[in-house]
């Protein structure tokens, strides 16, 4: 894996060079207007659209040569994270070749050129001309081509519900920072605990403005969006006299909170799932208005801002309801965080948890929950467990225990991965900086795979190929109900001719084969898979077994009479269209070899024995 901007710099004008981190540090919102010179490699034709804008040009280019590095080229100086003063900069060679949109993006017919086809040209020409607003994240395209050049012709990823990728800036970074600064432990005193305290409190701040969340407002590190939600499930106090609300469509990490509940006799209430996921929004406010909370009794209300699964996001005014009956709002963001800005300030939530690998892909083991001001007082005193770290003083023997005064250290059991969580401010900067281009780009690439996916057909009966099973954006509301935002994901089912679907794990399997990283199952969010596959009625088969006979996957599997669960594509921050087509000439080339899959390939035994049930083990958990 080299590093990404290694890519000729000879000759080129600081001013045409791409954003680096160093830049998102200083201006994480701004990109500098580049100047056409006649050293420039800005595309002033007027032409070929696919040329005017930089995607295209760049996959031709990286086929047909490969470019390298002349030596006392001029360099771009990255900094390190923000708190280590001794640390040398890094320095790294920088790609030159940045191409602004024509005006006449999408408009043009494109002229045939090397290394692509007519058909692949066209397409692209309609995608720009379908969906112009794409043509404004041109510097996203700038930054896949100069931070994740790894991704080679024969690998295409689009996998990023499962996890982000890490930019190669991110990682060239934070390895040169971690070869020269010395870091302690946060809960001494010396020196290098206070470097590492102090890049601690950094990394807190830059999650606060990410969030834009209201002064007062607590971060506490977790070690992902799973255990953030745990914290809230197992401090909050739960009672007989209040419900606890929650969606349908849910991670499971948010379905686990009910155990928390259960325990203390809590009345659970579920948000029916339409058909594409998500919620009702007005039978929501009538849920939310029945089992508003007594005066003075704490009731929490759950939400998904973005289903993993069937790619919707219900609105989040919804929150703001919940709040004013009395409730409790907890946010599970780790799906959205990653394209869709969020304003903690406009859409207050009073607990939120992200995942940061979901937004940048490094570092793993490392989420957040974020904290309303005032709420973390009121669940430090109900939290039933303490650990190194989280408490001032402890009786022993004894029952007595004084919590830290401090409420993020309060809920950080022992010590933070503190070599790491600088990190996560330089991954916030760089995400920071393309965040805005992103809900119009992740939601143009799921309609458009969406779109080519559904046209493809079976070359002898022209039967459908694929069936989309996922919301897409341009999909109307129900009658009656409020509209519902759509993300980057692209959930499916592959189908024979005679309309049924092909096992999953013969897909993953033909997948990785050709170097698609996809994910294939229920991707942990049962109640948006049912909604997807209409099992709700199957549901009730699980609630049959007992302690000596707990319901299984298989159960549930022998009573639908199929392997369960979709085939999911999704996008990100580092995807573009080239991924989109990819993913297309891939499942055509299934249909051409009827996914037959190479004898050295690994296919679970389950499909090989004709026994139903492990072939949607391939990929499930997130």
């Known amino acids: 894996m080299g590093n990404s901007h290694s890519q000729p710099t000879n000759n080129v004008d600081p001013a045409l060079r791409p954003r680096s981190l160093k830049h998102h540090k200083s201006t994480p919102h701004s990109l500098r207007l580049l100047r056409a010179r006649e050293s420039s490699s800005i595309s002033r034709s007027p032409s070929p659209s696919f040329n005017s804008f930089s995607e295209k040009y760049y996959e031709r280019e990286k086929e047909n040569q490969q470019p390298s590095r002349t030596p006392g080229g001029p360099l771009v100086r990255l900094s390190p994270p923000s708190g280590a003063t001794s640390v040398q900069p890094l320095s790294v060679p920088v790609l030159t070749h940045i191409l602004l949109p024509s005006p006449a993006a999408g408009l043009l017919s494109a002229p045939p050129s090397r290394g692509s086809t007519s058909e692949s040209d066209s397409a692209y020409v309609r995608f720009l001309h379908e969906y112009p607003q794409y043509a404004l994240s041109w510097h996203v395209d700038a930054l896949r081509r100069s ?59 830059a999650v606060l403005s990410f969030l834009n969340a209201p002064r007062g407002s607590t971060v506490v590190f977790t070690a992902n969006a799973s255990a953030a939600l745990k914290l809230v499930g197992e401090a909050f106090p739960f009672t007989p006299g209040a419900a606890f609300i929650l969606p349908e469509d849910a991670h ?13 006799n809590a009345p659970i209430v579920y948000l029916p799932s339409p058909p594409r996921g998500g919620v009702r929004v007005r039978e929501t406010f009538v849920l939310i208005d029945k089992h508003r909370p007594p005066a003075g009794t704490p009731a929490l209300f759950a939400y998904t801002g973005q289903s993993n699964i069937t790619n919707s996001k219900p609105p989040l005014a919804v929150l703001a309801h919940a709040a004013a009956r009395g409730f409790t709002t907890l946010l599970d963001a780790a799906a959205l965080a990653p394209t869709t800005p969020i304003d903690l300030t406009q859409t207050p ?149 005679q309309g049924d679907p092909i096992p999953l794990s013969r897909v993953a399997a033909h997948a990785a084969e050709n170097g698609i990283a996809l994910r294939t199952g229920c991707m942990c969010n049962p109640g948006g898979a049912a909604a997807l596959l209409s099992l709700g009625s199957l549901m009730t088969v699980l609630g049959r077994g007992d302690a000596n006979h707990p319901p299984t996957l298989r159960a549930l599997e022998a009573a639908a009479g199929r392997e369960l669960g979709v085939v999911r594509v999704s996008f990100g921050l580092a995807s573009c269209w080239t991924d989109v087509w990819r993913v297309r000439c891939w499942v055509v080339q299934a249909l051409k070899d009827e996914w037959a899959i190479n004898s050295s390939a690994s296919v679970p035994s389950a499909e090989i024995d004709g026994e139903a049930g492990l072939g949607s083990v391939v990929g499930r958990a997130i």
């Open 252 to 264: 499971n990490s948010v379905h686990g909170i009910r155990e928390f509940a259960r325990a203390k």
């Open 349 to 497: 939530v009073d607990a939120v948890a992200v995942s940061f690998y979901k937004m940048f892909g490094f570092p793993t083991g490392i989420g957040a929950l974020v904290l309303a001001p005032g709420i973390g007082v009121w669940l430090r005193e109900k939290r039933p467990w303490f650990a190194g770290g989280t408490v001032d003083v402890v009786q022993v023997p004894g029952i007595a225990v004084g919590r830290t005064a401090a409420i993020d250290e309060a809920f950080e059991d022992g010590t933070l991965n503190y070599t790491l969580l600088p990190a996560v401010t330089t991954g916030i900067r760089l995400l920071s900086a393309y965040l805005p281009a992103l809900p119009a780009r992740v939601t143009a690439l799921s309609a458009s795979c969406a779109r080519h996916l559904e046209n493809l057909r079976w070359p002898r009966s022209g039967a459908p190929a694929v069936r989309v099973l996922s919301r897409r954006p341009d999909m109307p509301p129900e009658a009656g109900e409020a509209a519902q935002g759509a993300g980057g994901i692209v959930s499916c089912l592959m189908l024979n001719e």
């Open 147 to 205: 931070e994740y050049s790894r991704l080679g012709p024969n690998e295409t990823y689009v996998d990023y519900m499962g996890g982000a990728l890490y930019p190669a800036s991110l990682i060239s970074v934070h390895a040169e920072f971690l070869q020269t600064a010395v870091l302690g432990n946060t809960h001494s005193e010396s020196p290098s605990s206070k470097l590492s305290a102090a890049l601690t409190a950094t990394a807190r701040a």
